[in-house]
Each structure stands twice: as C-alpha cells, then as structure tokens.
C-alpha cells in the first residue's frame, strides 16, 4: 500500500516557473531540483528494484556485452506489471510538468523503462531517443528520476544544449557509431556539455531529438534510474520507416495504426485527469 503522504505528492503539481519552461524550450532539456520527496523516491526505489531483479536474469555477464549492453540493465514498462510502480509513472505530478515543459494541452504515456547502470557498468554512447519513435511530433519528453543520489562518477545523464535543432545524427542508433560520430560532430561545432550530479528526488527533462549520453558508473554501487517517456496526447503515428519504427509501434502503440492519435491502451492521458 502506498503511504497517503506519497500519494498526495503525486497528485500534488509542481510549480514550473516561466524560466524554466523557457530554458527548456531552447536547450532542449531541464533539471528540476526537489521535484520528489526523498520519501518518495525510496519508497519507488524498492519496488523498482525488485522488478529489475526479477526480469534482469536474461542478461550476460557484464564483460561479454557489447557497449550498449553494458550501458545499463533496460526493462520497459513496468507500470503495466506493477500497481504499485503505475502509480509514479502515470502520477499527474510528472505529466502535468511534462505537458507544460512540451507546451501541450495535454501529456501521454509512451512508454517507461528502468535503466539501471550496475557498479562497473559502462558509458551510454551520445545518441537522440526520437530516433526510435514513429512519432509525427516534435513534442515529446523523457523525464530521468534517479532512485538514489547520482554523483559524477556514477554516470548521471548528460545533454548536449540546443542540439534538438541539429539534423545531423537523426539516423544514428545508439553504438559505439553514434558515439563516435556524435562526439566528433559536436567538436566541430563546438557544442558544449552540460554534465551535474543529481540529488535524489531531482528530475531531468529532455527533448525526443536532444544529444544526450551518461558515463561510465565507476563506483561499487548501481545507478538506479527510472523513466518515463511522454508524448502530446494528440500525437500522431507516422508511417514507419525503419525496423526500430516497426518495433516501436507494435510493442508500445498496439493496435494503432499510422495517421491515427498514439492511443493504444499502453497510451493512457496522465494530464489532465479526467476529473479537472
């Protein structure tokens, strides 16, 4: 059973000011501090991890992986396994930020996905999640919840400012390619990275076509993260265009087809609720 104090915090909005809504808009992403309580976040925290140790036995041992296999332990969509994990993810709290940030009438759920950086674990390569979405919409939105404090050498996320406008590296998968490619790119450009550590109850936002990556996790412990990909709740589903798209459609919009509104039943409206 939830505590109440944690069910009111997610019902609860959190206050975005102008400067932030506006940062966001232009940099493509946004840190809020103290979007969660510490509460809160242990609280999601066990029952998280418990859905990562029980669904993470398929993986290999981390020194036979490949580089995005050893980026971090991924298992989406919890919240349609876990009541407990739904109640987070599809909290108004976080998809009324989401649906502002996006300056949208109205937030949806993609999809979710715990990724959890295991103690030794290594980078996550430079890449745009919007690769992977057929989406006909720019406003799209990952909110990053670490379930614990994320210092530097544990591998907090990191983003590339304004990169959301660049159209190079939309083709690019996350691999060792796209780090190496991307890396290359925003030299030549200049592009500068902004890396922090977060606190425990700190949020991140990031654009779908933001360049973002997170270093290696060199300390003994997990980085533990939970995720939550929003959509504008009119979004619309493009014709696929690759296999990554035909995947995307069938795994988290099923049913749906291309033209029509992403609202399969894995695609519920979190803001508004429907009692506003």
């Given at each position: ?66 580089t ?67 989406l ?8 990053w919840?670490?379930l ?91 014709e ?19 033209g029509?509104i ?15």
């Amino acid at each position: 059973m939830i505590p109440t104090a944690i069910t009111d915090e997610l019902a609860t909005p959190f206050a975005l000011d102008n400067a932030e809504i506006a940062g966001y808009q232009k940099d493509g992403f946004v840190v809020l501090r103290g979007v969660l309580s510490r509460e809160t976040i242990d609280f999601f925290e066990n029952h998280v991890t418990r859905q990562v140790e029980a669904n993470s036995a398929h993986y290999l041992p981390l020194e036979k992986r490949d580089t995005y296999g050893k980026a971090f332990l991924q298992i989406p969509n919890l919240w349609t396994h876990d009541e407990t994990i739904a109640a987070l993810v599809r909290s108004s709290r976080l998809g009324r930020i989401a649906a502002e940030l996006m300056e949208c009438a109205g937030a949806r759920i993609y999809h979710d996905q715990a990724l959890y950086k295991e103690a030794g674990g290594g980078k996550t390569p430079w890449h745009a999640d919007q690769f992977y979405w057929p989406l006909d919409t720019v406003s799209t939105t990952t909110a990053w919840i670490p379930l614990q404090d994320t210092p530097l050498d544990m591998g907090p996320l990191a983003f590339s400012p304004e990169s959301q406008h660049v159209s190079f590296g939309r083709d690019l998968a996350i691999s060792d390619e796209s780090d190496r490619r991307i890396g290359d790119f925003m030299k030549t450009r200049d592009q500068t990275l902004v890396e922090e550590p977060f606190a425990a109850g700190d949020v991140s936002f990031h654009m779908g076509w933001t360049f973002h990556r997170a270093g290696a996790n060199l300390t003994d412990r997990p980085r533990r993260v939970m995720t939550v990909i929003y959509m504008d709740k009119d979004a619309r589903i493009l014709e696929p265009k690759s296999d990554p798209h035909r995947k995307d459609l069938e795994a988290w919009m099923p049913g749906c087809k291309p033209g029509e509104i992403a609202a399969s039943r894995l695609n519920p409206v979190v803001w508004p609720v429907e009692s506003e």
